[in-house]
């Protein structure tokens, strides 16, 4: 988590006195708040939040056009004080939406030390030679707090080979594009159909490039833990410690016997090993989730894993170091569970786990998405934002802690309330914690 300066209260009667812009407005109202009204079911999919500078909320989301979805848009937000500012355009006709559950093709960073804003999207298009569309993945960035975007600017590459984008085999199936920026330098991991040699082609795999001032970008493919552990699944999360240096945790899966469902969560440091921070025991997965986050330079990771015993089960695994990791598993709101898009946020030793109403039973005390909460990572409860007549509120949850400690999340939501009029309906909420 990047750390941010205190709320600063503007003092009314001065601003009006010396007509100065003498310090933020209120912040956007606690509990439940509309943040865009989506016209189609898909909407504001892909929902990322940051906070800036005074703990306001920006955003970044897919915009989609159901008639033409060649026109779907990356668009950007953010509460001024006042309002909600009017959505700008970050990049335009981005192509089609990747609605898998496993996926996030939006992606939204600030560098605490200057105020740039990044995001990292996935586009559509021809790029390879005789191909046909395929994803990429491009970056845009703005230094006036999301008035105006750069033309976006591709990272992903057409031919990998390990590490020689010259000579490597051709292809350009990229997801999941990430993006983290700290003094100065930015940082983007991403999943590509290319990896390690298997003898016959190219394993997916997962890649991590940054690049400073200069724009010059060196990139890496991120190694695998073994056998059992070799071909990529497209989830990943990247994050920065206290002193700004990246981390990358991803899931690999295994190539077959003896262990062919095996599903691994591997943690790395780019240019260093990779550490196994545990496996599912070769119990199944199909849609696994991995979530990262520091507490200062310490590692924490959140994962939606199955295990011997523990089906569709949510974990916290952390470390002092990241050469090791011990586990906790985080419990469900009684028959109610969390599930896809993790968020995991940790300060001064609090941490905070937000996640997607997964799947519900009858005796869960609260609505989605759900909030699992602890004080040392190792023992956590769980409940949420709200009671449970508003239960399917939060896919594409996105959430940050405050500096004051309080959690700020926003998420996206077709039909927000199933036993209760409906509070809102399609497109983005933000939930302010009071």
Sequence with gaps: MNGFKGFVVAVLSLAVLSGCNCGPGPAAPAGFSQVHAGADAEDGLHVSLVLDKDDQPMIAFLKVDAASPANNA?????????AWKAPVVVAASVGRVDSNPTMQQVWLARDASTGRLGVAFQKFEAFCVGSNNETTVHVSFSTDQGATWSTSERVSEAKYTRNDPVNGVEVCNTTSPRIAMANGTVHVAWAADAGEQDGIGFLHGYYYASST???????????????????????????????????????????GAPVPNNTAIVYVRPGGAAVRVTD?????????????????????????????????????FRSDDGAAFSEARVPDDAEDKGGRYLDLMFQGGKGV???????????????????????????????????????????????????????????????????SPSRFGRGIVLWREP
């Design 280 to 316: 599912s025991a070769n119990i199944q997965n199909d849609a696994p989730q991995v979530t990262l986050a520091f507490d200062g330079t310490k590692p924490r990771v959140a994962a939606l894993l199955s295990r011997p015993a523990a089906p569709q089960a949510t974990w916290v």
């Design 213 to 255: 001032a200069a724009g010059t970008w060196t990139r890496t493919l991120l190694p695998h833990v073994g056998d059992d552990g070799r071909k990529g699944r497209t989830g990943l999360s990247l994050a920065l410690d206290s002193t700004g240096a990246p981390a990358v945790a991803y899931l690999m899966l295994s190539m």
């Design 353 to 419: 786990l937000a996640s997607e109403f997964g799947s519900s039973g009858t005796a869960g005390q609260c609505g989605g998405p759900k909030l699992s909460r602890s004080s040392d990572a190792a023992a956590w409860t769980t409940c949420g934002a709200d009671d449970k007549t508003h239960q399917f509120l939060g896919s594409y949850v996105s959430a940050e802690l405050a500096s004051n400690g309080k959690i700020v999340m926003a998420f996206h939501t077709v039909n927000a309330d199933t036993a």
């Design 74 to 82: 990356v668009y950007f937000t953010r509460y001024d004080g006042t």
